[in-house]
Nanobody, 120 residues
Framework: QMQLMESGGGLVQPGGSLKLSCAASGFTFTGITFSTWVFHWYRQPPGKERERVATISNTGETTSYADSVKGRFLISRDNAKNTVYLQMNNLEPQDTAVYYC????????WGQGTQVTVSS
């Protein structure tokens, strides 16, 4: 059973930056390792539905982003460290949300979330 743990959230002023991390552990299936999985970052703003922010392929060669964060956010991964990252630059108040990482295409593996608040 894979476990995901996000970290790096906090309070930042508009225009600032944060880097979120998602550390994966608990791989129990032979041949199924961190590098097998596609990963996503999602966020849920206050009072709104959860939305996808970014996706990265298992090799890291392919990424995609929501239009609202293109050019400001960068998703990356370090397969040697079993960690996925989300570098967030030029943050705006509307980026305020709980940020979650998710593994794969289903809904079996989610982290617990980390709060990002953008406010002056």
């Amino acid at each position: 059973q894979m476990q995901l743990m996000e970290s790096g959230g906090g309070l930042v002023q508009p225009g600032g930056s944060l880097k979120l991390s998602c550390a994966a552990s608990g791989f129990t299936f032979t041949g199924i390792t961190f590098s097998t999985w596609v990963f996503h970052w999602y966020r849920q703003p206050p009072g709104k539905e959860r939305e996808r922010v970014a996706t990265i392929s298992n090799t890291g060669e392919t990424t995609s982003y929501a239009d609202s964060v293109k050019g400001r956010f960068l998703i990356s991964r370090d397969n040697a460290k079993n960690t996925v990252y989300l570098q967030m630059n030029n943050l705006e108040p509307q980026d305020t949300a709980v940020y979650y990482c998710k593994a794969g295409l289903g809904n079996a593996y989610w982290g617990q979330g980390t709060q990002v608040t953008v406010s002056s």
